[in-house]
T-cell receptor
Framework: DGGITQSPKYLFRKEGQNVTLSCEQN?????MYWYRQDPGQGLRLIYY???????QKGDIAEGYSVSREKKESFPLTVTSAQKNPTAFYLC?????????????FGDGTRLSIL | KQEVTQIPAALSVPEGENLVLNCSFT??????LQWFRQDPGKGLTSLLL?????REQTSGRLNASLDKSSGRSTLYIAASQPGDSATYLC????????????FGEGTQLTVNP
């Protein structure tokens, strides 16, 4: 079945450590997105990519980095500069960046500080 | 800056009741509005997407309406069931924001048997 796979489901970070969250999709979607969700809050956009080898900052990009070397993959690195990384991270994709097509979501990665 | 608000934050109803969830947005220049369902610890599932030129969309027991000029959308759930218990989020796509969505904080729904 087509879908979006995020891994790992749970991740723990030590102080000063960079960690990478994986997002893979087999939907043949051009656009991919990373969101952060804090308890009782909506989703906030971290980074998005509308095409391979191109990506843009969202509303809360500081302390995060991404790459888009393949259409299927959009990994997110949470760097040591992100001082409050504990959150639920969601990856999404859509057919194209524009237009009225819905975004499809993975099951998320929960990141905690050790 | 677009802001999206959902009221109420939480709602508890007995099984079988019809209910309405509300979503309001401050900038009426939207491209579309999407309703999602989120189960605990899970990602989001798209329920309904309404284009700015549409007034409503229906899927089974769900009906979403859009009043763009007043900045409001409602999600109507008929004959609620315990399996409907989840958090419901709305998100708007602005005309000028490309692919970016702005989300509300969600309404946590509990349907009691």
């Amino acid at each position: 079945d087509g879908g979006i796979t995020q891994s790992p489901k749970y991740l723990f970070r030590k102080e000063g450590q960079n960690v990478t969250l994986s997002c893979e999709q087999n939907l043949n979607h051009d656009a991919m997105y990373w969101y952060r969700q804090d308890p009782g809050q909506g989703l906030r956009l971290i980074y998005y990519s509308q095409i391979v080898n191109d990506f843009q900052k969202g509303d809360i990009a500081e302390g995060y980095s991404v790459s888009r070397e393949k259409k299927e993959s959009f990994p997110l690195t949470v760097t040591s500069a992100q001082k409050n990384p504990t959150a639920f991270y969601l990856c999404a994709s859509s057919i194209s960046g524009g237009g009225g097509k819905p975004q499809h979501f993975g099951d998320g990665t929960r990141l905690s500080i050790l | 800056k677009q802001e999206v608000t959902q009221i109420p934050a939480a709602l508890s109803v007995p099984e079988g009741e019809n209910l309405v969830l509300n979503c309001s947005f401050t900038d009426s220049a939207i491209y579309n509005l999407q309703w999602f369902r989120q189960d605990p610890g899970k990602g989001l599932t798209s329920l309904l997407l309404i284009q700015s030129s549409q007034r409503e969309q229906t899927s089974g027991r769900l009906n979403a309406s859009l009043d763009k000029s007043s900045g409001r959308s409602t999600l109507y759930i008929a004959a609620s069931q315990p399996g409907d218990s989840a958090t419901y989020l709305c998100a708007v796509k602005r005309e000028t924001s490309g692919s970016r969505l702005t989300f509300g904080e969600g309404t946590q729904l509990t349907v009691n048997p």
